[in-house]
């Protein structure tokens, strides 16, 4: 990356996205939502099962999630199954999840 270039890669709804995915990454219910997602696909059932968590709460922070374009799901009769959206931001959370573990 040239380093003289970088302010004018920054574009404001760059800075913005940026900035809502840190947000997102900023809880831990979501964190640990999004590293369980990370290795399967999940219901809302299964999350909740999962990491000891009420539905009700599961189904508000996939909610934020989705809108953050974090994660997607698929229908498959009845039951929504939720997965990665875009694999970048996983990359970025394992990369932070190194970091803690490394310091």
Do not use: W
């Not at 997602?37 to 009420?54: D, P, W």
């Not at 709460?57 to 809108?67: C, D, I």
């Amino acid at each position: 990356m040239d380093m003289n270039n970088h302010n004018q890669d920054l574009k404001e709804d760059t800075l913005v996205k940026t900035t809502q995915t840190f947000k997102a990454l900023s809880d831990q219910t979501r964190i640990r939502i999004l590293h369980l997602l990370f290795y399967k696909e999940c219901s809302v059932n299964e999350i909740a099962e999962s990491l000891g968590l009420q539905q009700s709460t599961v189904s508000h922070q996939l909610r934020y999630l989705k809108q953050q374009r974090l994660i997607k799901y698929r229908r498959h009769k009845t039951t929504y199954y939720y997965s990665p959206e875009d694999h970048h931001v996983f990359h970025l959370l394992n990369q932070a999840i190194e970091h803690a573990k490394h310091t």
